[in-house]
Nanobody
Framework: LQLVESGGGLVQPGGSLRLSCEAS????????IGWFRQAPGKGREAISC????????KYDDSVKGRFTISRDNAKNTVYLQMNGLKREDTAVYYC????????????????????WGRGTQVTVSS
């Protein structure tokens, strides 16, 4: 399984972006997909995940109500719609996969996810 993120860029505070995580090499619906981010000078943090079927999602409190994770297994793609962006959302965003297909608690995700993409930069600035 290979994952490639796209959709990052420069956006003003309050703006929106939609990130995509496209999979190849395997059937995506076997995997739960998570989004992580790493801000400059900080550690990587998990922010959201979605089950393989798409019927279960989880969010970190920092993004709940602003970000929405979704997936289109026919297109082998998972999305992260980001609205109401804040300067503190500036980070490199990564997607990764969990072969269990089930969601995990946000705090435990780092232990279970692999197949990391290379990331896409999101910069929120005026």
């Amino acid at each position: 399984l290979q994952l490639v993120e796209s959709g990052g860029g420069l956006v003003q505070p309050g703006g929106s972006l939609r990130l995509s995580c496209e999979a190849s090499g395997s059937t995506l619906d076997d995997y739960a997909i998570g989004w992580f981010r790493q801000a400059p000078g900080k550690g990587r943090e998990a922010i959201s995940c979605i089950s393989g079927s798409g019927d279960d999602t989880k969010y970190d409190d920092s993004v709940k109500g602003r970000f929405t994770i979704s997936r289109d297994n026919a297109k082998n793609t998972v999305y992260l719609q980001m609205n109401g962006l804040k300067r503190e959302d500036t980070a490199v965003y990564y997607c990764a996969a969990d072969p269990s297909g089930e969601t995990r608690t946000i705090m435990s995700m780092e232990y279970y996810y692999g197949y990391w993409g290379r990331g896409t930069q999101v910069t929120v600035s005026s």
